[in-house]
């Protein structure tokens, strides 16, 4: 990837921090995605150093809200953001987290109460946090998981061995990472995933098909990315590698891109381009398929379904560039590109979902050094109907 400051959307032929949204379209035939069916709508004025977003409701209202997680080497506080249904968004009061170098907030409810508490993955010396909510979406630190001296990148969260609770998967940077498992009672037990040197990215999914959920690995300095297959009571002895043996992977997500009921796994490679490696149904992946070619360097990516086809598109952010949509055409081996946003900051993180109840999914773009946005879909039919 030569000129990697040039825009992320110039192609040459024509989704994180992971997984695949699908909200189930509000028209009967798919859309046509291109900039004109994006509408682009501030979320703040503030040009800090954002990490990553996830959305939920967090107030009980029926409502998705939106956290903005910030810091990454900097101390700042992440906020949460309540949404009304319209897409319109007030800021709340900063978490209790204060200010900290962190870098994900994974949604979930850490002990059946109900309610989406905050798993918040912050980097050494910090620790990382369990931010428990009240219901309405008010916050404090119920717990802690993992080493404050952990190099935390990232971290994702489902149940690994079968007990009914949440378990964390945490993406180390130049150290080993590890899995956390949760008594429900908010006390983990941390074990390492055997030979995982450096990651910033990680994801849940049951990838072999046996119930059980494994860890997807993206290595980030140079080495061997891997699936960790879980025994389905969170013991991960074996390892089934993916992609490039020795790549820097920084982006990645994981969706079923071509409809077999399997999910795969798309990526960004430093220096090498971005791919979609499609899964045999066992955890066994392909040589890749690669995505058109950008000139820009990727930092993120998400998987959604933005058109209504029921196949997952690939958002990419990136560095001081326009991001890009990478458009299935229902295969998940071909792919057309869709530019969005400008060239100001980089693109850490995003999310989706319906912000607007408009039927569509909308995605949250989280900036480090410029202000974070939305961008609604729909714009075409809300226009008609004005």
């Known amino acids: 990837m030569k000129n990697i400051l040039s825009s992320c959307a110039r192609v040459v032929a024509g989704f994180a921090g992971v997984g695949f949204i699908g909200l189930g379209a509000a028209a009967d035939s798919p859309k046509a995605i291109d900039q004109s069916w994006f509408e682009i709508v501030p979320l703040e004025t503030v040009a800090e150093t954002t990490s990553n977003a996830s959305i939920g409701d967090l107030n009980g209202d029926g409502h998705p809200d939106i956290v903005l997680v910030k810091g990454r080497h900097w101390r700042v506080p992440s906020r ?60 404090t630190v119920g717990g802690t998981f993992g080493d404050p001296k952990w190099s935390t990148r990232n971290a994702a969260v489902g149940d690994l061995n079968g007990d009914g609770y949440p378990d964390i998967a945490v993406a180390n940077r130049e150290m080993t990472s590890y899995v956390c498992m949760n008594d429900g009672k908010l006390h983990f037990d941390c074990r390492p995933l055997a030979d995982s040197p450096s990651a910033t990215t990680i994801a849940i999914a049951d990838i072999n098909g046996d119930g059980a959920n494994d860890v997807i690995y993206a290595c980030r300095d140079a080495c061997q990315s891997g699936v ?98 990478f458009v299935n055409d229902g295969t998940g081996k071909k792919y057309r590109s869709v530019p969005f946003g400008d060239d100001r900051g980089t693109v850490y993180g995003m999310a989706a979902a319906d912000l607007d109840s408009d039927g569509w999914p909308d995605v949250v ?6 202000p974070s946005f939305m961008m609604l879909t729909g714009a075409m039919i809300r226009k008609s109907k004005n």
Not at 91 to 119: C, F, N, Q, W
Not at 365 to 370: E, G, P, Q
């Open 228 to 325: 960790y297959i879980n025994d389905g009571k969170g013991n991960f002895g074996g390892k089934i590698p993916w992609g490039p043996p020795r790549a820097s992977t920084r982006a990645m997500a994981v969706a079923d891109f071509d409809g077999d009921g399997h999910p795969d796994i798309a990526a960004c490679h430093e220096k090498l381009g971005c791919f979609v490696y499609l899964n045999d149904g066992h955890g066994n992946f392909g040589r890749g398929i690669a995505l058109p070619d950008t000139e820009a360097f990727p930092y993120s990516m998400i998987a959604v379904d933005l058109n209504g086809d029921k196949r997952p598109e690939i958002i990419v952010g990136c560095v001081n560039a326009p991001g890009v949509i």
């Open 80 to 139: 949460v953001f309540f949404g009304d249904g319209t897409g319109h968004f007030t800021a709340g009061p900063e978490l209790p987290s204060r200010a900290a170098e962190s870098y994900s907030a994974s949604l979930a409810d850490m002990t059946k109460s109900g309610h989406l508490d905050i798993v918040l993955s912050n980097d050494r010396p910090d620790a990382k946090l369990i931010l428990v909510n009240d219901g309405k979406g008010s916050f």
């Open 365 to 370: 773009v989280a900036r480090s050094d410029a």
